[in-house]
């Protein structure tokens, strides 16, 4: 997974989801529609000792601490809900085409899915009346190779100045 720091409000960061390590564990994603909010209390993944899980690993409704993941990576820190953390795991959904569409295209559809009818459903309010970004993690060329097809949207809160800010339980219907 690639992953670049949020943004300014505004401006949204997108997630890569890479990952030649999790090809030779042959671990396959599963994903639903875009159009649904998670169905139960968020709480997080279990992690060996608090630890970083694979980010093929997170589910709807996961807390992360992954503000500072830069660059490919194939973990991400997964952590209690309940407890400061950057962002949460709102929605998932795959993409369909047979062949690898390129990051552009990737990336157009990683956003089209993340702030339609997913972002109203789970903050309660359209995502461009919202003051909640969103990011997402996807699948680039090598994971695409290995079955990847996955979008994890994950959403974020930003200060009044626009940088991102820690958060502690949900922001499922925060209507902001």
């Not at 949204?12 to 030779?24: H, I, K, M």
């Not at 559809?109 to 009818?117: K, L, P, R, V």
Request: net charge negative.
């Amino acid at each position: 997974m690639m992953r670049r720091p949020p943004l300014r409000a505004g401006r949204r960061a997108a997630l890569l989801a890479a990952s030649l390590a999790v090809a030779a564990l042959g671990i396959a994603l599963a994903g639903c529609t875009a159009t649904a909010g998670p169905t139960h209390t968020p709480t997080a993944t279990s992690t060996p000792s608090g630890g970083k899980a694979s980010a093929f690993a997170i589910k709807v409704g996961d807390c992360l601490d992954d503000a500072d993941i830069q660059g490919t990576t194939t973990t991400a820190p997964i952590v209690p809900c309940d407890g400061p953390h950057d962002s949460e795991a709102y929605a998932r959904f795959l993409l369909t085409d047979a062949g690898y569409p390129g990051e552009d295209k990737v990336k157009s559809e990683a956003d089209a899915g993340c702030s339609g009818t997913a972002f109203a459903n789970f903050v309660g309010i359209a995502s461009a009346d919202s003051t909640l970004p969103y990011s997402y993690y996807f699948p680039t060329a090598d994971s695409w190779s290995t079955g990847d097809r996955e979008v994890m949207c994950t959403i974020y809160q930003v200060d009044g100045a626009g940088k991102p800010i820690t958060t502690t339980g949900t922001l499922k219907n925060a209507a902001r």
